[in-house]
């Protein structure tokens, strides 16, 4: 049986043509992927018109000390759910670490924590999740979905969510401008 080559701790950056348009242009910071499937964050949009505070605030957080910043599309699989993408400066009891810096919560305590100074200093914030069963994003990545690329702390806590496709695919070496859908043949 061949070895599952895991994609966790990687971006995993849609391609041009990718079929399934809540998709397009994506960046997903995967997660977990092991046997039983896959669960990554996508980080590249915005959800229009909510912010940090009013997320906090929904859970009777006071959000008075810390900056807005927008809350993320994490994906399409429970969009209520929220997750936090963060340093491993702060390690909470359901703190699973992804990459050699940087690690994902899903609990209020990271909330509360962020809120009372004392949490990571560096995450954002998502709602929602990109998933995948068992098997399945190993046979999207033979296919012209994704394209795998390293993860860097900077790109994921520091470039603008509409510009980390272009900036993670640049960090790859890859000018995304050039890049067209589908197959060539000779």
């Known amino acids: ?8 701790g990687q971006f995993l950056l849609a ?14 910071a995967i997660c977990v992927h092991d046997e039983n499937g896959a669960l990554g964050i996508a980080v590249g949009d915005e959800i229009e018109g909510v912010g940090l505070h009013e997320l906090l605030e929904s859970f009777d957080i006071d959000p008075a000390n810390v900056p807005d910043m927008p809350v993320l599309r994490g994906g399409p699989v429970e969009p209520r759910r929220g997750f ?6 702060w390690k ?3 703190m699973v670490e992804v990459g050699a810096d940087w690690g994902l919560s899903g609990s209020l305590e990271i909330l509360k924590a962020i809120a009372e100074g004392t949490g990571p200093s560096r995450y954002i914030v998502a709602l929602g999740y990109a998933g995948w069963g068992a098997g399945q994003l190993d046979q999207e990545m033979t296919g012209e979905s994704w394209f795998p690329a390293t993860c860097s702390a900077d790109i994921l806590f520091d470039v603008p969510a509409e ?7 640049a960090a790859a070496g890859v000018d995304a401008s050039h890049l067209v859908s589908g ?3 000779a």
């Open 1 to 8: 049986m061949d070895q599952l080559r895991s994609y966790a």
């Open 15 to 28: 391609l041009p043509g990718m079929e399934d348009m809540r998709f397009d242009h994506s960046v997903i």
């Open 84 to 89: 936090v993408l963060h340093s491993l400066d």
């Open 92 to 94: 909470g009891h359901d």
């Open 163 to 169: 510009k980390k496709w272009a900036a993670a695919y």
């Open 183 to 185: 197959a060539g043949s």
